[in-house]
DNA sequence: CGGTATCCCTCGGGATACTG
DNA sequence: CAGTATCCCGAGGGATACCG
């Protein structure tokens, strides 16, 4: 508590947390769409060029569980869902398009 | 070469860029030490704790390749090397601690 | 001191088949 | 339609030894 503790612990970084939940192949590209409104699994795997079921799905409950995303269920058949960005999510657009200036 | 090849390239995502400048385990944690100031090999080695020569290498070459970080080299024995931010790096830094602010 | 070369192992992510 | 289960492969990253 006095001084330096070696704390293995590696919060160090806070920003890593964000990084994380934007990190990976597909998540990015979901999020961007995801500005275009709401999105559904079909659709976001027609557009997501070179995906496939599985890793679409991971994606999307990462940005769900990480809160950037929100789910939509209708029951009735066919099965119809349709994703969402959260108000979290939505306070995120200002900074990821402030990250493309930067690129160059 | 006027075939029209298969290319996959999905630019679709501009910010994918950025993000990739700053993934992996331990690329964060260096630009945030940067932010202190000019810094050694072997003091990051130290600081970064869990890491390894090899991966410490890698990350700041791969820093220094996005044009984040600057090496700075003193010939003389013993070798005496420091890594700086650039300007491009310094330009980062607000954006960086938005987004901490928005982690929760 | 400041790295690279090499080996190895885990984990992210693709393909396919199956399910509610 | 909207997923999960399973298998598999390549890349990222750790450990260690060697080099300028």
Same mark, same amino acid.
């Given at each position: 508590m006095t001084t330096n503790e070696v704390i293995e612990?590696?919060? =160090?970084?806070?920003a890593e947390a964000l990084l994380k939940m934007l990190s990976g192949k597909w998540k990015p590209q979901i999020f961007l769409r995801s500005q275009q409104g709401p999105m559904r699994f079909s659709e976001l795997l027609r557009d997501?060029?070179? =995906?496939?079921k599985q890793s679409v799905s991971v994606a999307l409950r990462e940005l769900e569980e990480s809160g950037l995303l929100s789910k939509a269920t209708i029951t009735q058949k066919p099965l119809h869902i349709e994703y969402s960005l959260t108000e979290k999510g939505k306070a995120m657009i200002p900074i990821f398009h402030t990250l493309e200036l930067l690129t160059d």
């Open positions: 612990v590696n919060n =160090s970084c806070p997501l060029k070179g =995906s496939n």
